[in-house]
């Protein structure tokens, strides 16, 4: 397997090593033929392809999970890298590479994170929102530390939902520390649970699409109703509920960025800004890490579809 990830290559360069096919989607070409977009990943990221004259085999055997050997190589399709494939075959029993091989995870390891997460909790002063906040987190623990943030744009990795979270926990505190006068046990609490419904949204952490719960509900109305049943199972009726509850509600900011309702409350405010923050800081730095000094980065369709220039002084 090639040490060197499939985003590491530059524009004319030959491809010849193993990826993992995270997608695979049937559609018809000008001419009538059907053909396969699909999207391959390592460690380094993705990067889509299209393998032309698709026959139903082609479609049966090319499938989500699949490790492939691909012949091919990189070229410019509009803005954006595009692998040309060439060949491509399955991998055959004698070559050693495994599914872990191609999956990007969290820069931390689980066990850190947790212990970080459990920390904040523990800081809490508020009885109720520290009740409600270490249920759900027990209640989901596994897959919270398992799953990514998002299926595309940010922390799309294994373990990005937690990490996303440690990320947004760091910097609530340093926030705060500058304006005393927010109330960190809200903040806190309505950081850990803000995508907590992902958890149900999602499949997974490999391949992650949609569930159908995802679909029709969304993590939003998922974390809403989780908070509400956690109170009822705890036995708490404080304003707090309705506060958690308002928290997740507003966490998108407006109602075009999929937000049920405007932040009306201050540690609702912050949340929002923290969570696009830590989210953009997330893309920028996945995008500009591909790019050479000197050079614009690919168009970033969450920011407004900019390239993002990175200066030439910059290692």
């Known amino acids: 397997m090639d040490k060197k990830g499939v985003l590491h290559y530059d524009v004319g360069d030959q491809f010849d090593s193993h990826l993992l096919i995270k997608s695979s989607a049937r559609a018809m070409a000008s001419n009538g033929k059907p053909f396969l977009t699909l999207i391959f990943q390592d460690k380094s990221g ?44 399955l991998v055959s029993q ?5 599914l872990s091989d191609f999956i990007e995870t969290a820069p931390l390891e689980s066990e850190e994170m947790q212990a970080k997460i459990n920390q904040y909790i523990f800081d809490m002063k508020n009885p109720n929102i520290q009740r409600i906040t270490r249920h759900l987190v027990k209640k989901h623990q596994k897959a919270f ?57 999602l499949s997974g952490p490999i391949s992650t699409t949609y569930t159908v719960e995802g679909n ?60 696009n923050l830590d989210a953009k800081m997330n ?5 500009l890490e591909r790019v050479k000094p000197g050079e614009f980065s690919e168009r970033i369709f969450p920011l407004e579809n900019r390239s993002f220039y990175k200066p030439s002084f910059h290692k």
Request: proline share 3%; aromatic share 6%; hydrophobic share 40%.
């Open 145 to 201: 530390f398992e799953y990514p943030a998002a299926t595309k744009n940010h922390h799309e990795f294994v373990s990005g939902l937690a990490y996303h979270v440690v990320s947004m926990l760091d910097l609530a505190k340093a926030i705060a520390g500058l304006y005393p006068s927010l109330d960190t046990d809200l903040l806190y609490g309505g950081i850990i649970l803000h995508d907590l419904g992902k958890v149900q949204e």
């Open 283 to 287: 893309m920028l730095d996945r995008a």
């Open 46 to 89: 993705e990067i889509e392809a299209k393998l032309w004259d698709a026959t139903d085999a082609d479609e049966q055997i090319y499938q989500p999970e699949t490790i492939v050997k691909i012949n091919g190589d990189i070229q410019n399709y509009r803005g954006r890298m595009q692998l040309r494939i060439r060949q491509i075959k």
């Open 216 to 275: 029709l509900l969304g993590h939003i109305t998922i974390m809403v109703n989780e908070i509400g049943k956690a109170a009822d199972e705890l036995g708490i009726k404080g304003e707090e509920v309705m506060i958690l509850q308002h928290l997740v509600l507003s966490h998108h900011g407006k109602a075009e960025w999929g937000s049920p309702k405007a932040p009306l409350i201050k540690e609702a405010e912050i949340l929002h800004y923290i969570d």
């Open 94 to 98: 004698e070559e050693s590479v495994r």
